[in-house]
T-cell receptor, first 118, second 112 residues
Framework: GQQLNQSPQSMFIQEGEDVSMNCTSS?????WLWYKQDPGEGPVLLIA?????ELTSNGRLTAQFGITRKDSFLNISASIPSDVGIYFCAGQTTRENAGGTSYGKLTFGQGTILTVHP | DTGVSQNPRHKITKRGQNVTFRCDPISEHNRLYWYRQTLGQGPEFLTYFQNEAQLEKSRLLSDRFSAERPKGSFSTLEIQRTEQGDSAMYLCASSPTGSTQYFGPGTRLTVL
């Protein structure tokens, strides 16, 4: 089946530093999404990417959909303590049918644990 | 609150008991997904509904698991004869189109 490799597994940084994490896949995805999860809660959607090469920002977050469609990265600039949490990438395949585009399940990476020291 | 809601948030049960979880999606989202997440891992897909039709099931969904969405709104996930290996966070997500999935807070199941 499809596998996503997310790195690094964990990061310990000082407040104000920039952060970069990435995901690579053995298979092609049509959509890449990035989520943040706090302990005991569900994942919260941060950024969604729909086209190869797409670069999208959401505040201090920037994510890109790799040209090969097998990878994506997420950057966080000027980190703050509330950025602490687990970040997950997720890839999604789509199918075209008579009714339009059908979006399937998400395949998640293993997560990157981010710790920010004040 | 208009997000995805899940009940209960926590469930502790003894091995062999049956449990049922409920998910209420965001209003008018016709797609609903169930995922399972174990400690230190990302969520894994279990099953997917479009309206009341169950369109896809993972191999993870053994015959002890059953999911329903009878009226195309809320969904239930039942686990029969629970095993310790079923202990996990069960997450529900909904989507208007399928391309962006919004997750609920999850139900944490502990099987003793």
């Amino acid at each position: 089946g499809q596998q996503l490799n997310q790195s690094p597994q964990s990061m310990f940084i000082q407040e104000g530093e920039d952060v970069s994490m990435n995901c690579t896949s053995s298979s092609i995805f049509n959509t890449w999404l990035w989520y943040k999860q706090d302990p005991g809660e569900g994942p919260v959607l941060l950024i969604a990417l729909y086209k190869a090469g797409e670069l999208t920002s959401n505040g201090r977050l920037t994510a890109q959909f790799g040209i090969t469609r097998k990878d994506s990265f997420l950057n966080i600039s000027a980190s703050i303590p509330s950025d602490v949490g687990i970040y997950f990438c997720a890839g999604q395949t789509t199918r075209e049918n008579a009714g339009g585009t059908s979006y399937g399940k998400l395949t998640f990476g293993q997560g990157t644990i981010l710790t920010v020291h004040p | 609150d208009t997000g995805v809601s899940q009940n209960p948030r926590h469930k502790i049960t003894k091995r062999g008991q049956n449990v049922t979880f409920r998910c209420d999606p965001i209003s008018e989202h016709n797609r609903l997904y169930w995922y399972r997440q174990t400690l230190g891992q990302g969520p894994e897909f279990l099953t997917y509904f479009q309206n009341e039709a169950q369109l896809e099931k993972s191999r993870l969904l053994s015959d002890r698991f059953s999911a329903e969405r009878p009226k195309g709104s809320f969904s239930t996930l039942e686990i029969q004869r629970t095993e310790q290996g079923d202990s996990a966070m069960y997450l529900c997500a909904s989507s208007p189109t399928g391309s962006t999935q919004y997750f609920g807070p999850g139900t944490r199941l502990t099987v003793l």
